[in-house]
């Protein structure tokens, strides 16, 4: 079997979230169930100069405004068509927008025109390569399934799975005869989305399948609170929604292994994590005690609870806990934790910034993860966490709710739980978690054995990727029923 997947964003080309790690993991897995991946992505700089080899595989003369290249390229394993368009993606900056945040005006001409490439191949326009499943990712990929479906690949089987319902790529009304597609989309069962147009709701409108990346978010988006004005379409197709957690990949996170620790350990002997905790007191400029650290790695955004983070950390510190924060994002959350680290030197050490490493780092030397997310399709950095026995305090939201087991008196007592859920947006029971935690910490056999139950999680993309496989299989069957 053949997926064309279609994405903005893959591991470790060019990453801005957890969509890219799952880009970039899923096919390796896949192949060992012998699904066939091959990735079609935009030629932003970073991905043109990995190309060493390059081969055409299709010319275009006029692709939204300039001539483009489809090149076929193995990078890093990863087997790529990269779509080479100077005009939408030879620019500085990152793959939505300029250096400043600003989103680039012509996003919708550069995300249709991956859209119109990808329901090209999906039709055959490269030679010897005929996709059995086109399985698209985000809004920016979603035209893919609209061309598709008013065009020439209508019966090729789709998937259009949702990382996050927040980002839904809308424009004006007016970009529509920019598109090139039949009057007939601009509807309401089309591409129309409140008098514009919509790129994912095209692509959950045209897909044979819908699925999102956790259980819980996939039964949460089908509410007005989750479903960001999408509610009432997704709950149309509920019949045709899944939910998959995503897994890990487990050639980069592994503290058996892992290049960026001080020291590598193994769920047996966790000692070596201590010397991780040394060098993030060291990094962070952390006193040193016995104390829990818990710590923090996220995009600094209301999404992840980061002002609720905030609002606790006073009493949090008073708590005895140290905290080592590494983000970016809003600059006002950005300058509320710097002034909390200059309030708390020694026990709040904050790195505003992106940084791969350090992000390692803190999962193998921290005690807990901090995740107050408002709403969490999945979560990659609890997945983390537990693999790395770094214990997560989670809001009990999508796949926080899925992935974290409560270490309430009966978990704890029958040996199961793996971290602490609060309730959502309630800074006074995420502060009550905090403290369990302590309390938890205070016990080191207690702690130990909360942290080898999370080691011992199936947080492998192989779960994950058997899922997917399944719905692929599925998808056949209906194409040949
Ligand atoms: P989202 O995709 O919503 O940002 P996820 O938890 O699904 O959230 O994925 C976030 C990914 O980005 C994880 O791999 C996490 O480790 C990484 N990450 C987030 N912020 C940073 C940062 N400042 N430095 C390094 N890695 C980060």
Redesign the pocket.
Known sequence: MQVLSVTPEI?PLI???????VTGALPEALAGLGVGTRSLVPGYPVVMSALKKKKAVHLYTALQGGKAALHAAEIGGLDMLVLDAPHLFDRPGGPYGDATGADWQDNWRRFAALGRVGADIAAGVVKDYKPDIVHAHDWQSAMTLAYMRYGEAAKVPSVMTV??LAFQGQFGASIFAGLGLPQQAMALDGIEYYGGVGFLKAGLQAAWAITT?SPTYAQEIRTPAFGMGLDGLINLRAAELHGIV?GIDDDIWNPETDKHLAATYTAKSLKGRKANKRAIEERMTLDRDDGPIYCV?????W??GIDILASIIDPVVASGARLAI???GDAGLEGALLAAAARHRGRVGV??????????QL?GGADGIL?P?RF?????????GLRYGCVPIVARTG?LADTVIDANEAAVAAGVATGFQFAPENAGDFHHAILRANALYADPAAWASLQRQGMKADVSWDRSAQKYAALYRMLLSKRDA
């Open positions: 591991f990453k801005t979230g957890g969509l890219a790690d990382h996050n990346v995503n790695v996220s995009r600094l955004t999404q992840k590494l983000g970016s790195v505003i910034g992106y940084d791969e490493g350090l992000s390692h999962q995740i997310s969490e399709p999945c979560g990659l950095t609890q997945l983390y796949g």
